[in-house]
C-alpha cells in the first residue's frame, strides 16, 4: 500500500525549533518530488516547500525561506522538514506529500496524488 | 508569485444539483492546475490534474476544463459525500500556490 506517514509535531515556544518526518513506503520514494503543505487551523491549504528526487534542488514559498529547510534520505524513504525561529503563524497541520509527475503530450504535468495524515505544530507561549 | 481566486467561497446546494466552481488565476498557468477535496479533518484528495485529467478512481460525475486563466471544476449529479471544500493549485510556477477554498455544504 502506498503510504506516507508523518511524526514530530508538537508544542514549540516562539523562536524555538521542530523537525518533522515523512516515512513513505509502496512506491520507489528515490523516483519522485516530494513537498510539504500545511493548513493553520480553520484555514485553506498552503504550499511550503517542495524537493527533487535526489534532493539538488528545492523550493520554498517566501514566508519560511531562510527558516525551514526540506531534505530527503532515499536509503531511509525518508522527507524532512526542519523549522528553525518558528513563529505563531507557523502553526498548522503540516502535510507530506508525494509530487507526481504523468506525461502528456511530451509535457510532464505535477499534481500532489498523495498525502499523509498530518502532523500538528503549535507554536506558543 | 500567482494568485489563485476561486469563486465562489462558500456553495450550497442540494443532492442532485449540478455545480461549477471556478479558479482565476492573476497570470497565466497555461493548464498546470489540479484539483482537491478536502472533508473535515481529513487530508485533500486529488480529483483533477493537468486542468481536465480525471485522477484514476475519481467518480466520472466530477469534471474540469480551462486553461490559460480561467479553470472550473463542476459536479454533474451531486452526492451525499461530495459535501467536502475544494481547492485548486497551479504547478507553473513556484511557489505552487492553492485557491482559498470553495466550501460546498448541503442545502
Known amino acids: 500500500e502506498v503510504q506516507l506517514v508523518e511524526s514530530g509535531g508538537g508544542l514549540v515556544q516562539p523562536g524555538g525549533s521542530l523537525r518533522l518526518s515523512c516515512a513513505a513506503s509502496g512506491f520507489s520514494f528515490s523516483s519522485y518530488w516530494m513537498s510539504w503543505v500545511r493548513q493553520a487551523p480553520g484555514k485553506g491549504l498552503e504550499w511550503v516547500a517542495d524537493i527533487n528526487q535526489d534532493g539538488s534542488e528545492k523550493y520554498y514559498v517566501d514566508s519560511v525561506k531562510g527558516r525551514f529547510t526540506i531534505s530527503k534520505d532515499n536509503t531511509k524513504n525518508s522527507l524532512y522538514l526542519q523549522m528553525n525561529s518558528l513563529r505563531a503563524e507557523d502553526t498548522a497541520v503540516y502535510y507530506c506529500t508525494r509530487e507526481r509527475g504523468i506525461k502528456h503530450s511530451g509535457i510532464w504535468y505535477p499534481s500532489s496524488d498523495i498525502w499523509g495524515q498530518g502532523t500538528m505544530v503549535t507554536v506558543s507561549s | 508569485d500567482i494568485q489563485l481566486t476561486q469563486s465562489p467561497s462558500f456553495l450550497s446546494a442540494s443532492v442532485g444539483d449540478r455545480v461549477t466552481i471556478t479558479c482565476r488565476a492573476s497570470q497565466g498557468i497555461s493548464n498546470f492546475v489540479a484539483w482537491y477535496q478536502q472533508k473535515p479533518g481529513k487530508a485533500p484528495k486529488l480529483l483533477i490534474y493537468?486542468?481536465?485529467t480525471l485522477e484514476s478512481g475519481v467518480p466520472s460525475r466530477f469534471s474540469g476544463s480551462g486553461s490559460g486563466t480561467e479553470f472550473t471544476l463542476t459536479i454533474s449529479s451531486l452526492q451525499p459525500e461530495d459535501f467536502a471544500t475544494y481547492y485548486c493549485q497551479q504547478f507553473n510556477t513556484g511557489p505552487h500556490t492553492f485557491g482559498q477554498g470553495t466550501k460546498l455544504e448541503i442545502k
Open positions: 493537468a486542468a481536465s
